[in-house]
């Protein structure tokens, strides 16, 4: 079992809190959807209510490291951090991550004061999972606590090394870190059935392992998507132009023939939406799956699928969704999506959202309240269902 922040010492002690705060910004710099950083508040507040002099640490999207770009700085992380906490002092950000900054700014905190560092990735050492690096900021701090799960897939220094320097008394798992984990785990153990994942996005090449996985766990399989194409053409249709991994036509085949002595029920679209380039300048046509035109691509699913998908829905008890159902981020190839999420919020199901593009589709679509979960990581979720053990995680239990 993975130990939490209850159950360790953090009165009035030095805490770095490693949090994922690499939300999605849009081009004037605002930030689109802080769920990331709401949800780390559980644990800055605990830390504050129990006197900890607080050290933040995260890292923002991928800076060239070395080089401090304003444009990748933290900055507006904690404008909104300080707006959502609510407490009279400002929190402090550090200019850099490591540098004489961060010791004397990190050496002069008092009890429930906040610090955060710069991007992480500014140093080169964060990626490389650099020891030098990681005991640099392990000085600043007595215990780690780790609430990043959309990091832990990664072995970095803050995730890896730095957790790797504290005993077993002086680091654990965040709120969110241990909630995120903790549902996977038992959704993927102890289902309530009908159990259906619903798996999208562009490759199979990305996903095969998971659709292994799931294949011995859930009764029924819904494809949508760029992978659909690969599974369509395995089966001998002609698909044009659409998005196709060739070289695993066998291994679809494999995962079909699977699914069906495993008796899983396995469904993929009947129509697409249709196009001759990809844009959303062109014409655009529904068809049925068997007749895509030579040279024409599916960008999306079409309205005989997005109905036979919602009656597979029908029954569900619990709902696993990893990947968008089609090119989501054009509107013209939208709605497919649009429509999944809204059925899957519809169902009385448990409803689980892996993070990244499905999260973004549930948010667009204004269905993540009805979600019973959407996950904060994307591809650490994945992960958690291709049964790989996560290096955050380990770390937090060596
Ligand atoms: P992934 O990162 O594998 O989850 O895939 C997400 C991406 O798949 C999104 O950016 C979609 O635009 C893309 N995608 C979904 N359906 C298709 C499709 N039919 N053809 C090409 N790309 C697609």
Do not use: C, H, M
């Given at each position: 079992m993975m130990r939490t922040i209850k159950d360790i010492q953090i009165e009035g002690k030095r805490v770095f809190i490693r949090c994922d705060f690499n939300v999605p910004k849009d081009e004037d710099g605002?930030?689109?959807?802080d769920r990331r950083i709401r949800e780390a508040l559980p644990t800055i507040r605990y830390c504050i209510d129990r006197d900890c002099k607080v050290i933040l640490g995260s890292h923002y999207e991928r800076p060239e490291p070395g080089k401090y770009e304003e444009?990748?700085?933290l900055a507006p992380v904690v404008r909104r951090l300080t707006r959502l906490l609510k407490i009279a002092d400002d929190i402090q950000l550090a200019s850099d991550v490591v540098g004489p900054d961060a010791q004397a700014k990190a050496a002069a905190l008092q009890g429930g004061e906040v610090l955060v560092l710069e991007?992480?990735?500014?140093?080169?050492g964060e990626t490389k999972n650099d020891m030098a690096f990681a005991k640099a900021l392990a000085s600043m701090a007595d215990v780690y606590i780790n609430d990043a799960f959309g990091a832990c897939h990664r072995a970095h220094a803050s995730i890896d090394a730095m957790a790797r320097l504290y005993d077993k008394e002086h680091k654990a798992a965040g709120f969110l870190l241990a909630k995120e984990v903790k549902f996977f785990e038992k959704t993927l153990e102890d289902?309530?059935?009908p159990f259906v994942a619903v798996v999208g996005g562009s490759k199979v090449s990305g996903k095969l392992e998971a659709l292994r996985q799931l294949l011995d766990k859930v009764d029924k399989i819904i494809i949508g998507g760029g992978m659909a194409f690969t599974f369509l053409k395995a089966q001998g249709f002609e698909v044009g132009n659409s998005l196709v991994e060739d070289d695993l036509l066998d291994e679809a085949r494999t995962v079909m023939i699977k699914a069906r002595k495993e008796g899983v029920k396995f469904y993929l679209p009947v129509d697409v939406v249709c196009?001759?380039?990809?844009?959303?300048?062109g014409i655009a046509k529904y068809l049925p799956?068997?007749?895509?035109?030579?040279?024409w691509m599916g960008l999306d699913i079409g309205p005989a699928s997005s109905r036979l998908f919602r009656e597979v829905l029908n029954d569900a008890q619990t709902i696993i969704w990893n990947g968008p159902m089609g090119v989501y981020e054009m509107d013209k190839y939208a709605k497919g999506s649009m429509m999944m999420s809204h059925y899957i919020a519809e169902t009385h199901a448990t409803t689980i959202v892996g993070g990244g593009d499905t999260a973004d589709v549930a948010q667009r679509a204004g269905d993540v309240d009805e979600m019973t979960f959407v996950s904060t990581g994307g591809g650490a979720s994945l992960n958690l269902i291709e049964g790989k053990k996560l290096p955050g995680i380990e770390a937090l239990k060596a």
């Open positions: 605002n930030i689109t959807d444009k990748y700085s991007n992480l990735r500014y140093e080169a289902p309530v059935r196009a001759s380039e990809f844009s959303e300048s799956t068997q007749e895509i035109p030579k040279g």
